[in-house]
């Protein structure tokens, strides 16, 4: 037994590392991501790929007080074949490499943000608890070690949660309050015992995505050919969202509100008919 683990251990390590290196490569490369124009970033040939690209796009401004994330309906946009999309994310959902939320938006919406960046997000929200001095934050570790390791869906009944929550101490109905307040749990309206798991401090930028849809398919409605060129209306600045035109541009085409075309003279944007 020994034996076999000390042959595993190099190879782990060498995983290891090019995971760090990778990630080190993509945090140096975040500038020139963002730089790129949607164009020239437009299709991918993998899902990881695709993620690292758009998480490293990820608008960055101060309204935007969220770990980056990506949608799924991204995704569909930049890959041709769907069924790949989402058998490489259900690959990495239980690689533990990210997770997946169900949006409370009023669709289909799912976002897919990696695990570090959402253990980063829990640990704002205890750093946050800490300054108010809150007492009794414990919870939120065992929140971390041994719920979101273990329960990888999007959602958990009550009885489960409970249980997974008791192997870090005594649990009591508190600290399920303490995690729906914190913004990690949505108590989900049609079953009261069954919980959707959340992002926290994602709620504006919500309102700013429907707002935004709203704002992109409005504009090309009133022109002429309900088309733009997609070089010109990635320039276009939002007014109603955080997110920019390059974020909604990918939900959009990969919801099939919008669809393009290619021309001598490069992408088209237009409204896809009905």
């Not at 929200?125 to 939120?140: G, L, N, P, T, Y």
Request: no cysteine.
């Amino acid at each position: 037994m020994n034996k076999k683990i000390t042959e595993l251990e190099p190879s782990t390590s060498r995983k290891r590392r090019r995971d760090e290196e990778s990630e080190a490569e993509l945090d140096n490369d975040d500038d020139d991501s963002q730089s790129l124009s949607l164009e020239e970033n437009f299709t991918f040939s993998d899902t990881l790929m695709a993620l690292r690209m758009m998480r490293s796009q990820f608008p960055r401004t101060e309204k935007v007080t969220v770990q980056p994330f990506v949608l799924r309906s991204q995704l569909y946009s930049s890959l041709k074949d769907r069924t790949q999309v989402d058998m490489e994310l259900e690959s990495l959902r239980r690689d533990r490499v990210l997770r997946i939320f169900k949006l409370n938006t009023g669709q289909d919406d799912h976002a897919v943000m990696f695990m570090d960046d959402y253990i980063n997000q829990i640990e704002r929200v205890v750093k946050r608890m800490e300054d108010k001095k809150q007492d009794d934050i414990r919870v939120f570790e065992w929140f971390k070690i041994h719920v979101i390791q273990s329960k990888l869906d999007t959602s958990i009944g009550h009885q489960e949660l409970f249980s997974l929550l008791s192997w870090g101490g005594k649990v009591r109905e508190e600290h399920i309050s303490q995690l729906i307040n914190a913004g990690l749990l949505i108590r989900q309206l049609i079953d009261q015992n069954m919980y959707w798991f959340s992002i926290p401090n994602i709620g504006s930028v919500l309102k700013g995505l429907s707002q935004g849809r709203k704002e992109v398919l409005s504009f090309l409605n009133r022109r002429k050919y309900k088309e733009m060129m997609l070089v010109s209306l990635e320039k276009k600045r939002l007014r109603l969202s955080p997110l920019d035109m390059r974020f909604h541009l990918r939900d959009l085409i990969g919801s099939g509100h919008l669809k393009t075309i290619q021309t001598p003279s490069g992408l088209i944007v237009k409204i896809a008919k009905d």
